[in-house]
């Protein structure tokens, strides 16, 4: 299977904004989004975009938001008002074989096969 690619972390200050691009070669998966995870703590769903509806994690309601490109086949997690707690690496996830998740299955990572190496966001005060 071919990866995605993962690309716009960095260091900013509490209050900034940043966007992470997710991009595959040949699909827009209809499932797709974005997991993190931060030191000594289980991966966690932040947004994802499943045939036409997204969920978002309760911490990131109201800040983040999800886009797409179809010229470029990718998805974008826009983070704004950043806060310390988002600081983690984050993971672009899809699923390949057309699995559609729910308000009680989004979040689970059993749930996604495809996923990027990780892209480290640090937030600091």
């Known amino acids: 299977q071919v990866g995605l690619m993962e690309s716009g972390g960095g260091s900013v200050q509490a209050g900034d904004s940043l966007r992470l691009s997710c991009a595959h070669s040949k699909f827009l998966y209809s499932t797709m989004g974005w997991f993190r995870q931060a030191p000594g703590k289980e991966r966690e769903g932040v947004a994802i975009?499943?045939?036409?509806?997204?969920f978002f994690a309760d911490s990131v309601k109201g800040r983040f938001t999800l886009s797409k490109d179809t010229a470029t086949i990718s998805r974008f997690l826009e983070m704004n008002k950043l806060k310390v707690d988002d600081t983690a690496v984050y993971y672009c996830?899809?699923?390949?074989?057309?699995?559609?998740?729910?308000?009680?299955?989004?979040?689970?990572?059993?749930?996604?096969?495809?996923w990027g190496q990780g892209t480290q966001v640090s937030v600091s005060s």
């Open positions: 975009y499943s045939n036409g509806k997204t």
């Open positions: 996830a899809a699923n390949s074989y057309g699995r559609i998740v729910g308000p009680t299955t989004w979040n689970n990572p059993a749930y996604y096969d495809i």
